[in-house]
């Protein structure tokens, strides 16, 4: 009987030794909820959520002081997201903040820009390169759509234009959606450019 | 997995799913392979293959002969563009392309002189004894891209590495599609060009063994390189094997599951099995560009369908615009209701005929209202699983179809749609007529777009922290400077004082000497 209480005791032991030193030499760090919703937020630093870019809204959200539902370029989408990893209600977006938009790019019109660097600084990503009295530019690749630096032109010399399709980024078109026979939506209009093909197999079976 | 054996006694192997379909391959090669004539102008895109475009080296105005660089390579996967004629660079423009979105592309366009001026060849003199790497080189500086369909850079699946111990080179002469026979009547005409380039590809890859395989309805070609191989005395290298034509064994996959019996593993490649596979086609650019020296300026197109009046295959410069192989073809039929690149299983619609022939171009195919099958509205699925049955990868395309439409892409994903080929059997055998095969390609390509906007968000994310931390040291460094200006200030101060002190003290000292001496006088 004794034995057996300092077998498993001593066990007990070993094994709480074990346990103790892999909870310290192997712990996972969780990643934080504020890293996880700032993962999902587009990084557009428009700051239209009120708050001055995405990572203070993220940490506002994590808070519990912003709802989910503050952020126009992330739109339904992301709203779901986020709704799904907080476990909450998904809703519409908010108003107030904006309507969601195609993508933009900013475009400066390099004949009228008299060089005076305000958009360069309100830039929140450094995607304009120019410096005093010079001409500046918008680095494509880099400008998220902001549209922060449009206000602050004395000149309004910056457009924001759509992000042009090209065969790097062009993406199929969904197939004519298929709705239950008896939804509002199946009545939508069929494009008959959609029909690519062939009949090959008038006269054949399966392989 | 079902076994059997070719004519030859060669071990087959069999893919899962597949179809037998009609092949309507014999409409156009009745009439031998023509050159296509010179067109006035040639429009050259700069992206015609997988990878990044080509940049163009050519100005406007500048005179250029046939075989000339026009573009230059950019990056590692990519392929330089040669003029594919004499003439004068008119333009370097968008241009509508052959491509399914319909859009226009950067393309150079030469103005023809009509001379068909070309450089002069420069052969691999020596090519047997030649070490892979300049083989390599060689096919890179003559733009050749694989011509079975995907247009993937050629150099780069013609590698030999000392840690990669390669098996056997096959090369696809399958071309399983229907309506498509480019490759058939290549391997009837130019079956010597093809036994060559496939030699040449063995000594750039290091390795010994190619299998040459062709469907069993292409006895012409099958003689065609028999007599080929013999004349090569390549038998002992090259290996004949005819398999039986089921589509889509032209995959490339599928055809080295029909081969070797093994799977390419779902997110590998060949080369992971020891296996590089070629097309025939591209494997006879290879000896054009090594042994006689000319880059890849033509390829052979088939102009074929119910609505083109004398189909047949063409030799056709890269440029030419689909119109004038379609006008060689004895010109579209009344008949003709639908163009298409590519065959009537993986093709696509072509809405305006002036666009031109690229590398990839294997087919144009005009089809009448027979052809076509009959737009029928999509049901809902039934979950009969006939599209899992004849899926070539083995994945359910049912289920990806669902996921598809209710936008669960990391579930899309779970069920391997990258392994889709995007081969059409699914679409044709469901009874509910839904275009799976379209859903898949809208699927794949929503999850890439996706993954870009995620790059590009971290990107963003970066910059923005990047920035953050420079404000925030600015203003770090400005606070420091403010705090040593108002020490060195109050140093200046301290200093002061202290000199007051010491003169004051001085000025005690001298008070007290003077008491001193007014008190001894």
Known sequence: MLTAIAVIAGLAAAFGVVLGFAAVRFRVEEDPVVDQIDAILPQTQCAQCGYPGCRPYAEAIANGEADINQCPPGGEAGIRALAELLDREPKPLSEEHGVEKPKMLAIIDEETCIGCTLCIQACPVDAIVGAAKQMHTVIDDECTGCELCVAPCPVDCIDMVPVKTTLQNWKWPEPEKFYAPGSPLAEEERDPEHDTRVNPTREAGHG | ?521
């Open chain 2, 1 to 521: 997995m079902a076994e059997m054996r070719s004519r030859d006694g060669v071990q087959l192997h069999r893919f899962p799913g597949g179809l037998l379909l009609d092949d309507h391959k014999a409409m156009a090669t009745q009439r031998p392979v023509e050159k296509a004539p010179l067109p006035k102008e040639l429009v050259i895109p700069l992206q015609q293959h997988i990878g990044e475009p080509a940049m163009p080296i050519v100005e406007v105005g500048e005179h250029v002969l046939g075989g000339q660089p026009i573009a230059e390579a950019q990056g590692h996967i990519s392929a330089l563009v040669h003029a594919t004629s004499s003439g004068t660079v008119k333009e370097i423009t968008e241009r509508l392309i052959p491509h399914p979105s319909g859009l226009t592309a950067p393309c150079v366009v030469i103005e023809t002189d009509g001379k068909d001026e070309f450089v002069s060849p420069e052969p691999l003199d020596g090519w047997q004894q030649a070490e892979p790497a300049a083989i390599h080189q060689h096919v890179r500086n003559a733009g050749i891209v694989g011509l079975g369909g995907a247009a993937f850079p050629t150099d780069i699946k013609l590698t030999a590495d000392e840690f990669l111990q390669i098996d056997r080179l096959i090369l696809n002469g399958a071309e399983c599609e229907p309506y498509i026979c480019c490759d058939d009547m290549l391997m009837r005409e130019r079956a010597e060009e093809v036994i060559s380039g496939a030699l040449v590809m063995l000594r750039a890859l290091a390795t010994e063994r190619c299998q040459l395989a062709i469907e069993d309805n292409k006895p012409e070609a099958e003689q065609a390189l028999r007599d080929a191989i013999k004349q090569a005395d390549a038998a002992d290298h090259i290996e004949l094997v005819i398999v039986p034509s089921v589509y889509p064994e032209g995959g490339e996959k599928q055809l080295i599951q029909v081969l070797t019996g093994k799977e390419v593993p779902s997110d590998g490649l060949p080369i992971d099995i020891g296996i590089v596979c070629h097309n025939v086609g591209t494997a006879a650019a290879v000896h054009r560009a090594v042994v006689n020296g000319t880059p890849l300026v033509s390829r052979f197109v088939a102009v074929t369908g119910g609505g083109v009046r004398e189909p047949r295959v063409l030799d056709s410069r890269i440029g030419t615009p689909f119109a004038t192989l379609i006008e060689s073809a004895g010109g579209a039929l009344d008949s003709a209701v639908r163009l298409l690149m590519g065959g009537p299983m993986m093709g696509f619609a072509i809405r305006d005929d002036s666009v031109p022939v690229i590398k990839a171009t294997n087919c144009i195919l005009l089809a009448t209202d027979d052809e076509i099958r009959p737009a029928k509205e999509p049901m809902p699925c039934i979950r009969c699983g006939e599209c899992a049955q004849v899926c070539p990868a083995s994945l359910l395309p049912q289920q990806l179809y669902w996921h598809t439409r209710a936008r669960e892409m990391d579930k899309v994903e779970d069920y391997d749609i990258f392994d889709c080929i995007e081969c059409g059997c699914c679409d044709v055998v469901c009874p509910s007529h839904i275009p799976l095969a379209s859903h898949f390609r809208f699927a794949k390509t929503e999850i890439w777009g996706k993954e870009a906007e995620r790059a590009r968000a971290d990107i963003a994310r970066q910059r923005y922290e990047a920035r953050q931390e420079r404000i925030e040291k600015e203003k770090r460094e400005q606070e420091e400077r403010r705090q040593r200006k108002k020490k060195m200030l109050d140093n200046l101060d301290r200093e002061k004082s202290k000199k007051d002190e010491i003169k004051a003290a001085m000025e005690r000292a001298k008070q007290k000497k003077r008491e001193k001496q007014e008190g001894k006088d």
